[in-house]
């Protein structure tokens, strides 16, 4: 039986100062390796963080909130209450913050 409990946990983070995307590890580094990541929103005032969703998409990327994704003839945004699998039948064609 196959465990549905086990799900990667990771986060990107959107770097509204520079406007550029922090990839997990990137994240990681900024904290100084530590895999406590405070979401508080007003601790980093200028990130905003998104959680891997546990997918992926047609071309094996990883799938976020706030991405954007198309598939089957829908487009939608990726929400935090995102529950539908999508592995390998939708394509990111971008995020909420850059195309």
């Known amino acids: 039986m196959k465990n549905d409990l086990k799900k990667t946990i990771k986060f990107r983070a959107w770097d509204n100062s520079t406007k550029t995307m922090m990839s997990h590890e990137q994240i990681l580094k ?3 390796g530590c895999y406590e990541i405070d979401l ?5 005032e200028h990130l905003t963080y998104m959680q891997f969703t546990g997918c992926k998409d047609i071309n094996g990327v990883d799938i976020y909130e706030g991405d954007i ?3 089957k003839g829908l487009t939608f945004t990726v929400t935090p209450d995102f529950t539908v699998r999508t592995d390998n039948i939708a394509k990111i064609i971008g995020n909420i913050f850059k195309d």
Request: net charge negative; proline share 9%.
């Open 69 to 71: 994704i198309e598939g």
């Open 40 to 44: 508080d929103p007003f601790q980093d």
């Open 30 to 32: 900024h904290f100084h």
